[in-house]
């Protein structure tokens, strides 16, 4: 793999969703609210779902009724340009799973939602008709994660954009000393 001299920090997917799925909606929020030690508020789709934050840097926990067997925790992505990253999974080996999928503002709340958000420092007005766009997918060796692309609207809630707070120098510093140093191989670290 190619490692590129000059990083822009601001294309790196920041993971911004941490999906729960559970099979007993009640016991699982139950649970994560009881771990998380807040309540979760109720999501903004059209599936029931709950979400609390977890991070300063704008992630979220969301809960929410298992789709399908096997469903299993997802973390999803955020990326400015999803139909490009689709492309370049499937060029890795990965493959497209599900999406691009629009990830709808339920339009009967709408109207609540703005009214209710007016105080909220993360405001910016008209919130549109949709979140942004979103994906499944896999990597080649089978391991699933998301992608979503928001609606500019959302960044200040996710920390994107103008609102972010990108991988800092010193992250990057950090990783080049790991990349450079020498380690043996795996198998020699392992032995006794």
Request: hydrophobic letters at 40%.
């Amino acid at each position: 793999m190619e490692i590129k001299s000059e990083i822009d920090v601001s294309a790196i997917p920041k993971p911004v969703l941490i999906n729960v799925p559970v099979d007993d909606m009640e016991r699982g929020l139950e649970f994560y609210q009881a771990f998380l030690g807040m309540p979760a508020a109720r999501s903004l789709s059209y599936e029931i779902s709950y979400h609390a934050p977890v991070s300063s840097d704008g992630i979220l926990l969301t809960v929410n009724k298992r789709r399908f067997p096997g469903e299993t925790v997802t973390v999803y992505f955020h990326v400015y340009d999803l139909d490009g990253v689709l492309k370049k999974i499937v060029e890795l080996g990965g493959e497209v799973t599900a999406g691009p999928y629009d990830l709808p503002l339920p339009k009967q709340i709408k109207p609540e939602f703005q009214e209710q958000f007016r105080d909220s420092p993360f405001y910016r007005g008209d919130a549109g008709d949709s979140m942004g766009l979103g994906a499944s997918v896999a990597d080649a060796d089978g391991n699933r994660f998301g992608l979503v692309q928001f609606s500019e609207w959302a960044h200040a809630t996710f920390r994107l954009g103008r609102y972010a707070n990108p991988v800092t120098p010193e992250q990057l510093v950090d990783q080049s000393i790991a990349l450079n140093r020498n380690v043996p191989p795996p198998t020699e670290i392992f032995q006794e």
